[in-house]
């Protein structure tokens, strides 16, 4: 970025533009600890590395790599990090106050923090007079001595040192003097920064800003705020902290952490960045936020939430046939900002709520010339209706509506007909054994080709492939990456209908395909058809294209 720095008292222009560019905000993420205590969430000191290296490299100022004290596992984190060098983010390493009755160099917890060579350390302390008489089971005055005597030990080994104050807004509303006490001692010692943590989740936004503003008058050392999401109000509680003059926020990337989990850093960077206006991650890092919490998620092997907001991938989409016509004439008028902000897309739904928008803008999504205008459309939209009606989704099935609309709209002859079908299992041994023969007719020529597989939609899906790909080469490169099975209206017992969609894949493009019918072979089988017509008219269309050239 240019800076256009006059004098103003600074020595050279890098340093005003060093502190022009600082920001206003600092993001403390806390995934690899705070956030690795979620349920469900287990990383490998290699993902450990991984995930801080994106982080590293989409601009967060700290990572908190884990607690060398409590797990050899980030030991072992650390031991490899020190040999990493990162770019924007400074490391730290987390761990508590001394025990109580021991100096702060003969302690083997404090010991370990100074062993994983960090350049930053992040130690809890009491603020509650409750946990200091109940949890600690000491006296008000050695618990300040511990907060004083560990900071000051972990200065003098040259430690940027964070206090994170532990239950500060319960503590504080129990005794405020107290509370206020514990923080000075902090400070006095020579803490860099001290975070107030609502270690419980359960403040409000109102008393967090109140309590943060009182520390904020009291102290002088930079204020962050650490929260928890137990009552849903993590991120707001966060945010209501730096309104008042906290200027770090510590959380998690999708809201990972115990319980119900932290505050979320990925709700919190945008709203940070575009609703409270300050600096914070690079600007350039705002359109990969998606992304990186996409990425996240995978390495956790966690499906990405869809309503997550900012980042899911329902964030931006509309569904209500009046919100979509809007949304087609004026973009702002159902979306609070630009989706691509944040690296998100807007997407339209198509569902029994559809109108003719919907199908508009998704045909235009999926590249096929449709406008309001269109004769066929009429059409169209009742054959939808008609399908969804029996229980066809389209919202994850684009290849089936792809499929649907070029039917009704060019008439052209199918790529391929499925004459007819057989599937057998056998056993043999302690192996089950599945083979299918099916016959397709392309331009008056026949194939009939058998395959075994693992299970019956295996072999169909082999047999199908063998015999498309004597007339069509390109099918060969089509894998099928997931498939799932639903049961419609299982109420109904016996009769119930069953909904498979099926993703697919040919190493550049992936598709959805739907099928539905009482049979479960039937339903994959449509859906199968459906994924290889999908493939087969796009390739034509590309052909055609290449022809009016
Ligand atoms: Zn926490």
């Given at each position: 970025?240019?800076?256009?720095a ?11 533009c ?35 290296e ?64 960090t ?8 603020t ?46 129990l ?13 006095e ?7 107030l ?203 089936s ?76 490169k ?9 049961i ?30 009482d049979n ?30």
């Amino acid at each position: 970025m240019l800076c256009k720095a006059r004098h103003a008292g600074v020595n050279s222009q890098s340093a005003l533009c060093a502190l022009i560019m600082r920001p206003e905000v600092e993001i403390y993420d806390t995934t690899l600890r705070d956030g690795s205590q979620g349920e469900g969430i287990n990383f490998s000191v290699a993902d450990k590395i991984r995930i801080a290296e994106r982080l590293d490299a989409f601009g967060v100022h700290y990572i908190e790599g884990g607690w060398p004290g409590s797990n050899p596992k980030d030991i072992e984190f650390f031991a490899q990090a020190k040999r990493k060098r990162f770019k924007n983010a400074k490391l730290a390493a987390f761990g508590s106050t001394r025990r109580k009755g021991v100096r702060a160099a003969q302690d083997e917890q404090v010991q370990l923090l100074i062993d994983a060579a960090t350049p930053v350390v992040t130690i809890y302390g009491k603020t509650s007079m409750l946990h200091v008489k109940e949890v600690l089971r000491t006296t008000p005055a050695e618990n300040l001595a511990m907060i004083a005597d560990t900071v000051r030990f972990l200065k003098s080994h040259g430690k940027f040192v964070i206090y994170d104050a532990e239950h500060a807004f319960d503590g504080f509303k129990l005794d405020e003097k107290y509370a206020l006490a514990t923080w000075k001692a902090a400070e006095e010692a020579g803490a860099d920064l001290i975070a107030l943590c609502d270690t419980n989740g359960g403040s409000l936004p109102a008393e967090v800003g109140r309590i943060t503003h009182v520390a904020r008058t009291n102290l002088n050392v930079q204020l962050g705020i650490h929260t928890h999401d137990d009552i849903g109000l993590g991120v707001a509680n966060a945010l209501a902290a730096l309104e008042v003059g906290a200027s770090h926020v510590q959380g998690t990337i999708n809201g990972y952490g115990e319980r119900t989990g932290n505050c979320n850093l990925t709700s919190v960077i945008p709203n940070v960045a575009f609703k409270m206006k300050k600096r914070c991650v690079p600007q350039g890092s705002l359109a990969q936020l998606k992304e990186l919490s996409q990425f996240v998620d995978e390495i956790a092997n966690l499906r990405h939430s869809p309503r997550q907001p900012w980042v899911g991938s329902a964030a931006f989409s509309h569904k209500g046939g009046t919100h979509v016509n809007a949304v087609q004439k004026l973009v702002s008028s159902y979306e609070h900002i630009d989706p691509a902000s944040v690296g998100n897309t807007r997407t339209v739904l198509i569902s029994d709520l559809a109108g003719r928008s919907n199908i508009v803008m998704k045909a235009q999504e999926l590249g096929i010339k449709l406008s309001n205008d269109t004769p066929e459309l009429k059409t169209i939209l009742n054959r939808i209706k008609q399908l969804e009606h029996k229980g066809y989704e389209f919202e994850a099935a684009e290849g089936s509506l792809a499929v649907l609309i070029r039917k009704e709209l060019y008439h052209q002859p199918l790529p391929f007909k499925v004459q007819g079908y057989h599937v057998s299992m056998r056993n043999e041994g302690r192996n089950s054994v599945c083979e299918a023969t099916i016959k397709v007719k392309v331009n008056g020529k026949e194939a009939h080709t058998v395959a075994d597989g693992d299970g019956p939609v295996n072999a169909l899906d082999s047999a199908l492939r063998t015999a498309l790909a004597e007339f069509y080469p390109q099918v060969k490169k089509i894998k099928l990456t997931d498939y799932k099975v639903r049961i419609l209206d299982s109420g109904t017992g016996t009769a119930a209908k069953t909904r498979v969609l099926i993703q697919s894949s040919d190493g550049k493009q992936e598709w959805g395909t739907v099928g539905v019918d009482d049979n479960i072979i039937e339903a994959s089988l449509q859906a199968l058809v459906d994924s290889m017509e999908y493939k087969l008219m796009m390739i034509r269309g590309f052909e055609e294209k290449e022809r009016k050239r």
